[in-house]
């Protein structure tokens, strides 16, 4: 174990996520083992969640954050489903990721290198012409530690309209990013996608706001990356 960070005074909670960090599910026991690398920590470990949990017994629809603890002689990581307060281990302590366990309790996947996420894409939103701001939940896209989300967006129309785009927002009433396309468009161009990718910082813990604009308009976005 690299004790550095320790003998030098900083605690690991102040540290930025470690660059040679991997996490990924386990090839052969993907749906309930994350493996977790890092050479910089000579972490080489698999966690399992019937074995690895701090308290408690698995439960579905849930986030298990990875928690790394550095003891004297050793480092301890455990899943847990407490994103704040993990069950103390030592005094240095620190989320390195987190897994999602979805309705059928596996593991979805996950592939991490360091604080750069990308796992299988997540529909949050799917709907036709909104009357003003809605609220998307991210829940089972990115964990609360994440800072930062992207994916991708198909946005058409049903019928003929003016216009055809959506508008995303990192907290209610606030500043609006806007995708899609404000051009006059013809009857021809019904069903036609336009595609492309998203990206939006985090500021309230997964959740995003979000407005379809355009009569008869659909937009269909999907999450696929995230930072924490």
Known sequence: MNFNKVEFGYNIRDLSIPRDLVIKNNETNPIFQIDVNCSSLDISTTLDIN?????????????????????????????SANDTTPAGEGAYWKILGAVYNDSTSNFKTIDQVSNYVTTDAVAIINESSTLGERVADLSSFIPKTAKKAKGRYAVYKTAAA?????????????????????????????????????????FEPQTLYYDVNGNNTTAQVYGTEYEI
């Open 162 to 202: 003016s216009h055809r785009f959506f508008t995303i927002s990192s907290k209610s009433g606030g500043t609006q990013k806007v995708y899609g396309s404000h051009d006059n468009e013809t009857p021809s161009d019904v069903n036609t996608q336009l595609l492309g990718e998203w990206s939006l910082n985090i």
């Open 51 to 79: 074995n690895d949990l701090d308290t408690g017994t698995e439960a579905a629809d849930t986030w298990y954050y990875i928690w790394i603890f550095i003891m004297p002689n050793e480092v301890i990581l455990k899943l």
